[in-house]
């Protein structure tokens, strides 16, 4: 039986790559969180805009990009997209590390049509009175949406989009396939150097359990600070 040694994965550049892939980990889950949220919130109003054709756009957007796998995306934005650019531009995504760029537009794509659900429902349970007070007193739709409605929204939504960056930290595990430095290819680098599966695989897994585990944390205690209003 293989004697276990932390040690091996946890000194030299061993220690090295699973940090740097943890820190990547990390800077794509912020970085996602920073465009998806502000997007989530647009595609939102669009579904609940008065105009159909508006309303359809965002109904096309959402349930599109939810029907296809958080996978799928990774590929097709890294192996497929960029070949519809033109040459100059190709070529400038590929100098500056094309697999972290297009991982994060693939999460920033699939993030904000979760989240923009989230928010939708938000905003449908305030009640509709206080939208059509907004526009009895003659604000348009937006400045209604923006003033009245998304500041108790957004309150109603923080739950749900909580658990949604819990996902998406798990989520960014998934860039590995199209050869992103993040903790989990970093983790396999380790293995293949070392032969310490184990040790270094529960490192992996302790990582990703410690952030979620802080994410579930701040959940509860949001829930604690604000609880849910009862009628």
């Not at 796998?69 to 070949?83: K, N």
């Not at 040459?87 to 999460?107: F, M, R, S, T, V």
Request: glycine share 6%; aromatic share 12%; charged share 15%.
């Amino acid at each position: 039986m293989t004697e276990l040694d932390f040690a091996v994965i946890f000194s030299g550049q061993f220690q090295g790559w699973l940090l740097k892939g943890f820190l990547l980990s990390l800077a794509l889950t912020g970085l996602t969180l920073v465009f998806a949220l502000p997007l989530a919130a647009l595609v939102a109003l669009l579904r609940m805009a008065p105009s159909r054709f508006v309303r359809a756009a965002g109904f096309v957007y959402v349930e599109g990009v939810r029907s296809v796998p958080l996978l799928v995306h990774m590929l097709w934005w890294y192996f497929g997209a960029p070949e519809l650019l033109p040459g100059p531009a190709k070529q400038w995504l590929y100098a500056h590390d094309a697999e972290a760029l297009c991982a994060l537009i693939a999460l920033v794509v699939y993030t904000t049509a979760f989240m923009a659900e989230d928010i939708r429902s938000g905003i449908r349970a305030v009640p509709v009175t206080q939208l059509e007070a907004g526009r009895a007193l003659g604000l348009s739709f937006l400045a209604t949406m923006r003033r009245i409605v998304l500041p108790q929204a957004l309150r109603i939504t923080v739950p749900p989009l909580i658990s949604q960056t819990l996902s998406l930290w798990k989520n960014t595990s998934i860039a590995t396939v199209i050869g992103v430095a993040e903790l989990m290819y970093q983790a396999q680098r380790v293995e293949t150097a070392s032969f310490r599966g184990f040790e270094t695989f529960a490192a992996c897994t302790a990582a990703y359990l410690t952030i979620s585990l802080l994410i579930t944390a701040l959940a509860a205690i949001y829930h604690h600070r604000y609880p849910a209003r009862t009628a």
